[in-house]
């Protein structure tokens, strides 16, 4: 039982580049989420998904798309990466089912973003 | 909309003195309220979490929080700090049907011999 496996753990892009990070949980959870955080500034969701083929804006969703195709998986892109982006990533997942709600969240280990 | 204020972004802490660590919220209906650790580098780690009952809730590593809705607070306490307990924390509010986890923008412990 592996819990939330972000990949990759760092990369170094150029602004313009494309990239995808990806999210795995093996919990069988419904919601999964990408927060980016910065120094400062806590943990901001960037976009959320409550279950398969599902997705929702957060706080900061521009210059970001997701994708759900996979209940395991939570994809987020960068289009055309900006050094405003970069950051350190993190993937979450939440069961999402009946009562209590809201229970416990797994994070990922992160992934160190840097936009040159 | 749902929100959260740490208003302290740095503590400095003795070892084997007391801590307290404030979060407020802001939200119209009862809350759900959480705080997690986060050691450096890693990810977040659930401390507590408060849904409904009792205001005082234990949590793991010998922490507690207390409920206050006049307050609208939710202060993390520990008795006696450890070493390890030198991390940031974060404060999280969220509520039953919008699955948006909110967070504070986290505190930094830091103890000292």
């Known amino acids: 039982n592996a819990g939330v496996t972000q990949t990759p753990k760092f990369r170094v892009l150029k602004t313009g580049q494309s990239m995808t990070l990806l999210c795995a949980q093996d919990?069988?959870?419904?919601?999964m989420y990408w927060y980016r955080q910065d120094p400062g500034m806590g943990l901001r969701l960037i976009h959320y998904?409550?279950?398969?083929?599902?997705?929702a804006k957060g706080e900061v969703p521009d210059g970001y798309n997701v994708s759900r195709l996979k209940k395991q998986n939570f994809l987020l892109g960068l289009e055309s990466a900006a050094p405003s982006q970069t950051s350190v990533y993190f993937c979450?997942?939440?069961?999402?089912?009946?009562?209590?709600?809201?229970?416990?969240?797994?994070f990922g280990q992160g992934t160190r973003l840097t936009v040159v | 909309a749902q929100s959260v204020t740490q208003p302290d972004i740095h503590i400095t802490v003795s070892e084997g003195a007391s801590l307290e660590l404030r979060c407020n919220y802001s939200y119209g209906a009862t809350p759900y309220l959480f705080w997690y650790v986060q050691s450096p580098g890693q990810g977040l780690q659930l401390l507590l979490k408060?849904?409904?009952?009792?205001?005082l809730v234990q949590g793991i590593k010998g922490f507690e929080a207390e409920f206050k809705r006049s307050q609208s607070s939710f202060n993390l306490r520990k008795p006696s700090v450890h070493w390890s307990d030198a991390a940031e924390y974060f404060c999280?509010?969220?509520?039953?049907?919008?699955?948006?986890?909110?967070f504070g923008t986290g505190t930094r412990l830091t103890i000292i011999p």
């Open positions: 979450a997942s939440i069961t999402g089912t009946a009562y209590p709600p809201n229970t416990e969240a797994f």
């Open positions: 998904s409550v279950g398969e083929g599902t997705t």
């Open positions: 919990m069988n959870h419904e919601y």
């Open positions: 408060y849904f409904s009952g009792d205001t």
């Open positions: 999280a509010v969220s509520n039953f049907g919008n699955e948006k986890l909110t």
